[in-house]
């Protein structure tokens, strides 16, 4: 695995969204934007930053819409250059650039570990990124890039992370880990527990929706049973690999919302609006309006 690139990135897409009912009763989670953009395409951003070049939606029914976002869209792109709308039509067309978008459907809703190995012959024998696009993650140096850079010194799996507070860790995949010697953003996982009662959890250590897994997960994958919710868990193939290889958990910088929670997600559109130079100043001046 000496020198091993990271080319492909898996977006599980194929879950229904309740969260965010009723306004995802047609449209995927994913579709909805963070300001102007969608965020499918923060995620596909934030892959090919990170040097891939092919992306592989794991999508399901319904979903259709984002495959058509990635694609060439004729009648509109036409329609803003007759009317010399050329700073949307290249926004347009940039998002048709981006990668290779390969997409293939996880027919049944069995979990987050069913919706990865729906990737195996795609990505096939190298290893690979997962990211999960309802977690965005805002910093200069994208999240995924941060985490390539620290799988070209480990080339082993690593797993975003952070610190949450209190009960929260009831939410995520929890990491048993010790702090790497030379490199503090690093843990060296020893187990994990998915979603584990607050006084089980055996840190406050959480994993998100980032991920670098080498090519052995699928099958380990293939062997798992149902885990917590009776789901097939992405974790517990995780934890099966450290029998296997090292896992590395990692502290990545910057700020993650859980844009599919309808309170991270309203905090991610502030934040993202507050960054942009086109609305930001006077975004910000309006907020200081509110009187908070
Ligand atoms: C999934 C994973 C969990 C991880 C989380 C990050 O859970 O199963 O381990 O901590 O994503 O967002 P979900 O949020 O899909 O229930």
């Known amino acids: 695995m000496a020198g091993m690139k990271i080319r492909k990135a898996v977006i599980p897409a194929a879950g229904m969204g309740t969260r965010f009912l009723p306004a995802t009763k047609v449209m995927p989670k994913e579709m909805l934007p963070l300001v102007d953009k969608p965020l499918l395409q923060y ?18 029914r319904g979903k259709v819409t984002m495959e058509d976002h990635f694609d060439r869209a004729p009648e509109l792109e036409a329609s803003l250059e007759r ?18 978008i390969v997409v293939t459907r996880q027919s049944e809703p069995l979990g987050l570990g069913h919706a990865v190995l729906q990737a195996k012959e795609i990505v096939g024998d190298e290893p690979f990124c997962v990211i999960l696009p309802d977690d965005v993650v805002t910093h200069g140096e994208p999240c995924m890039k941060q985490m390539v850079c620290a799988f ?10 952070e610190i949450v ?22 843990l060296r996982v020893t187990d994990m527990v998915e979603k584990p009662k607050p006084q089980d959890a055996p840190s ?37 690999l450290i029998q296997y290889e090292k896992v590395y958990g990692y ?21 993202f609006a507050l ?18």
């Open 152 to 161: 070209e010194k480990t080339q082993s799996s690593i797993l975003g992370s």
């Open 43 to 60: 995620g596909v951003e934030e892959a090919v930053a990170a040097g891939c070049d092919e992306v592989i939606l794991i999508t399901g």
């Open 83 to 100: 009317r010399g709308k050329l700073e949307l039509l290249e926004a347009v067309r940039e998002v048709t650039r981006l990668a290779r």
């Open 204 to 240: 406050q250590n959480a994993i998100i929706g980032r991920y670098i897994l080498t090519p052995r997960i699928f099958q380990l994958l293939e062997e798992l049973k149902p885990g917590a919710g009776g789901e097939l868990q992405l974790t517990d193939a995780i934890k099966a």
């Open 165 to 186: 507070e209190g009960d929260a860790i009831q939410n995520y995949g929890c990491l048993e880990c010790t702090v790497d010697a030379d490199d503090p953003r690093l």
């Open 251 to 271: 502290r990545f910088k910057g700020t993650r919302h859980d844009a599919g929670d309808k309170f991270g997600f309203l905090k991610a559109t502030v934040d």
């Open 275 to 292: 960054e942009r130079d086109d609305l930001g100043p006077a975004f910000r001046e309006w907020l200081r309006t509110r009187n908070f």
